[in-house]
């Protein structure tokens, strides 16, 4: 059921992502009274799922959802439609209208697409707000990972800042590492400050273990379960862990410690129980899962921030979380280029973007996860590529600072070209989960 829902997820939110793109590009034809043919959501090679015609312009739903697509009269798109570009020109084709009026048919998906992330961004924080945990409230410190423990960081260590900066919101700190090249951590062990270098060569770890960190927080029981060890012993929900073996520990790091250290042994817990404290001993199996749930809901431990916003308000901050994600998507892009890093292992396809979206329907995190996807798409989309919406801009400003325009023949050629590019880009995107999938 899990898969279900994050799939429909992902697929109703591509479906409104490419209709609007391409909507874009059709509102700018239409003004400029450029005829359009095709209006397809997804691609549709030799049949189409549904399709009808309503003036010029026919519409349907292809079976291959790699994209949509516009076919506009007079333009070398991915239709390739060869016999079309021998005829004179008509008044009604791309091919006959200024340039300045094709650099705003080229540029309508580009537009829609950054500008409904910012709407999105906008109404997302003025129906819900910004929740989140800030740094300086996980006031028991940090759980680390093995590689955090191998940097030199240990449990309960407060964060103090990266690079000097302070960091408000804790899900910021490993993005703020990963993209702005810090090259050391600042925290707090012991009521001392101690400063923790990382090195760029664990960065193309950090990029597959972006986790590093998480909030301490101590063990409580949420439930137990049945025919278990714990079970057994007389563990009860909302037991609060004191110690283990004699010696005080609260926290879940600990808890799982010394279960992974007892494996067939005995392990004497003390729990505080309706403000009563009792002794348990509990036989750990050799699989190490005595049967217990802990509570990992943050809010029963944590300050979670909640910073509202009337509707005047959420515009600018829409504006402003829309620039910075479109910013942070840049420069993860970035470290793909840097051989490094190995981020280009970390390029995933569809099933890496379905993924994304939570197990449950939460339209809190699916429209927030659409804005990001918007901005990715205005972006991939304005990239210099032959066969992408950035390709056909750059020819068209060469057409304009220079009054020459690009041969018929020479714009088909860039267009297979940047066909392959990107067919290849894609299989080596998709591949990757595959690959993924197996490890």
């Known amino acids: 059921m899990e898969i279900l829902v994050k799939a429909g997820q992902f697929f109703l939110s591509l479906s409104i992502l490419i209709v609007l793109h391409e909507f874009g590009h059709f509102a700018f034809a239409k003004l400029f009274k450029t005829r359009v043919e095709k209006f397809y959501l997804f691609f549709n090679p030799w049949f189409s799922l549904f ?27 991915e239709s390739m439609d060869k016999e079309q570009m021998k005829q004179p020109a008509q008044p009604w084709e791309f091919r006959a209208k200024p340039a300045w009026q094709r650099m705003l048919i080229m540029a309508g998906g580009v537009m829609v697409n950054f500008v409904l992330a910012l709407f999105i961004y906008s109404m997302v924080l003025y129906t819900w707000g910004d929740q989140y945990l800030a740094t300086r409230d996980v006031k028991y410190g940090v759980t680390c990972d093995s590689l955090a423990l191998e940097l030199g960081f240990r449990n309960g260590d407060k964060i103090i800042s990266v ?15 990963l993209l702005e090249d810090a090259g050391w951590i600042m925290v707090e062990r012991n009521g001392e400050q101690l400063k923790i270098d990382i090195p760029d060569t664990v960065i193309h770890r950090l990029i597959k273990t972006p986790l590093l960190f998480a909030p301490r927080t101590p063990f409580v029981v949420e439930a137990v379960v049945e025919g278990s060890a714990a079970e057994r012993a ?6 609060s862990l004191v110690a283990i073996n004699g010696v005080r520990a609260i926290f879940f790091d600990e808890f799982r410690s010394a279960i992974s250290q007892s494996k067939g042994d005995t392990v004497s817990f003390a729990v505080v129980r309706s403000g009563q404290q009792v002794e348990l001993s509990v036989v750990v199996p050799e699989t190490g899962q005595i049967g217990v749930y802990t509570m990992r809901n943050w809010a029963r ?9 009337s509707f005047v308000e959420a515009i600018p901050a829409g504006i402003d979380r ?22 280009y292992e970390s390029v995933g396809g569809f099933i890496t973007i379905g993924s994304i979206f ?60 940047g066909m392959i590019i990107l067919f290849s880009l894609l299989i080596f995107a998709n591949l990757n989960d595959v690959i993924k999938l197996f490890r």
């Open 163 to 177: 690079d000097g900066r302070e960091v408000e919101k804790f899900h910021q700190i490993v993005p703020e590492l």
């Open 234 to 239: 007389g563990v009860k929900p909302l037991d």
């Open 301 to 309: 431990y944590f300050n979670i921030r909640n910073q509202e916003y």
């Open 322 to 343: 829309g620039v910075s994600t479109l910013s942070g998507y840049v420069k993860q892009l970035r470290l793909i280029f840097k051989p490094g890093t190995k981020a």
């Open 51 to 77: 399709k009808f015609k309503k003036g010029d312009t026919e519409y349907g739903m292809g079976w291959l959802p790699l994209g949509g697509y516009v076919k506009i009269s007079g333009m070398i798109d």
């Open 358 to 417: 939570p197990g449950t329907w939460n339209w809190r995190d699916f429209w927030s996860l659409t804005a990001f996807l918007s901005i990715v798409l205005a972006f991939m989309n304005f990239l210099p590529i032959p066969a992408l919406d950035g390709g056909h801009f750059v020819f068209l400003v060469y057409e304009m600072v220079t009054g020459r325009k690009p041969s018929d023949k020479f714009l088909e050629y860039v267009q297979i070209a």
